[in-house]
């Protein structure tokens, strides 16, 4: 209701200008140019739609895009429309460099889901950090992070996220931080990440995807542990709706645990 009572409100206004240019022109003379003023109005009311649609059709690309995520035989051709997209978007400037970085972000998650671990890290390395804004940067850094630690780089996961900036948002944050446990206990401080994510996972206002997300990363602590059955028992809990897409889109050691986790409940 609210978004027709402003554009009737556009259409009003509009009108009301379009009849004083009109009677403002045929009392000095001059029809032709109140006329001329009007149609000047609405067609440019009508171009203001215009512009928006394709915002609200690029948003909907995206979100097609985005559950391609989830469907392997979307990917491909989703793949193929980004780096389309991309394309057009170069020379990369000022006011399209969010846009490119958003679409370069969605494109390497694209690719990691389909097992091009190497070619989605060379996507989201290119991104350059210094000319973002301190979240944009922070997304790329996770992004960066997610695809090593499925390409079984710990290391690099970890480098992309050293002498990083604050980016402002706490939840963001707290999943960069359980990121960079979870690459340090792939390097051996599996103790120390299992204290981390159980702290976390039972901190007080912590977003509901967030304790999901620690509880995957004390899964892997106690599994790096050696303590195996706790690991499977910890991410059983999840339930199959978060099992399955671990299972598939996970780093390799949850990926492992998550399969086994669902092929002992299908037994």
Same mark, same amino acid.
């Given at each position: 209701?609210?978004?027709?009572?402003?554009?009737?409100?556009?259409?009003?206004?509009?009108?009301?200008?379009?009849?004083?240019?009109?009677?403002?022109?045929?009392?000095?003379?001059?029809?032709?140019?109140?006329?001329?003023?009007?149609?000047?109005?609405?067609?440019?009311?009508?171009?203001?739609?215009?512009?928006?649609?394709?915002?609200?059709?690029?948003?909907?690309?995206?979100?097609?895009?985005?559950?391609?995520?989830?469907?392997?035989?979307?990917?491909?051709?989703?793949?193929?429309?980004?780096?389309?997209?991309?394309?057009?978007?170069?020379?990369?400037?000022?006011?399209?460099?969010?846009?490119?970085?958003?679409?370069?972000?969605?494109?390497?998650?694209?690719?990691?889901?389909?097992?091009?671990?190497?070619?989605?890290?060379? /996507? +989201?390395? =290119?991104?350059? &950090?210094? !000319? $973002?804004?301190?979240? %944009?940067? *922070? @997304? #790329?850094?996770?992004?960066?992070?997610?695809?090593?630690?499925?390409?079984?780089?710990?290391?690099?996961?970890?480098?992309?996220?050293?002498?990083?900036?604050?980016?402002?948002?706490?939840?963001?944050?707290?999943?960069?931080?359980?990121?960079?446990?979870?690459?340090?206990?792939?390097?051996?401080?599996?103790?120390?990440?299992?204290?981390?994510?159980?702290?976390?996972?039972?901190?007080?206002?912590?977003?509901?995807?967030?304790?999901?997300?620690?509880? /995957? +990363?004390? =899964?892997?602590? &106690?599994? !790096? $542990?050696?303590?195996? %059955?706790? *690991? @499977? #028992?910890?991410?059983?809990?999840?339930?199959?709706?978060?099992?399955?897409?671990?299972?598939?889109?996970?780093?390799?050691?949850?990926?492992?645990?998550?399969?086994?986790?669902?092929?002992?409940?299908?037994?």
């Amino acid at each position: 209701m609210r978004s027709v009572a402003l554009r009737l409100s556009r259409i009003l206004v509009i009108a009301l200008l379009a009849s004083a240019a009109i009677a403002w022109a045929n009392a000095r003379g001059l029809g032709w140019l109140g006329w001329t003023i009007a149609i000047g109005l609405f067609v440019g009311m009508a171009g203001m739609r215009f512009v928006r649609f394709p915002r609200t059709a690029a948003n909907s690309r995206e979100t097609r895009w985005e559950a391609a995520l989830y469907s392997a035989r979307k990917r491909t051709q989703a793949m193929k429309e980004i780096r389309r997209a991309l394309h057009q978007l170069e020379p990369v400037r000022q006011r399209t460099r969010s846009e490119h970085t958003r679409l370069s972000i969605l494109l390497a998650e694209l690719l990691d889901a389909d097992g091009h671990y190497a070619e989605a890290s060379a /996507v +989201v390395d =290119a991104v350059p &950090l210094n !000319a $973002l804004a301190p979240l %944009e940067a *922070a @997304l #790329v850094r996770h992004t960066r992070a997610v695809t090593h630690l499925r390409a079984s780089n710990p290391e690099a996961a970890l480098d992309a996220l050293s002498e990083r900036l604050a980016s402002g948002d706490l939840e963001l944050e707290q999943r960069l931080s359980l990121l960079e446990w979870y690459a340090k206990l792939e390097l051996g401080d599996a103790a120390q990440a299992l204290r981390f994510a159980g702290e976390l996972e039972h901190a007080r206002g912590v977003e509901e995807s967030v304790v999901l997300e620690a509880r /995957v +990363v004390r =899964a892997a602590a &106690l599994d !790096a $542990l050696g303590r195996r %059955e706790e *690991a @499977l #028992v910890t991410l059983a809990a999840l339930g199959r709706e978060s099992l399955e897409p671990l299972a598939e889109l996970g780093q390799p050691r949850v990926r492992a645990l998550a399969r086994t986790v669902l092929e002992s409940s299908e037994a």
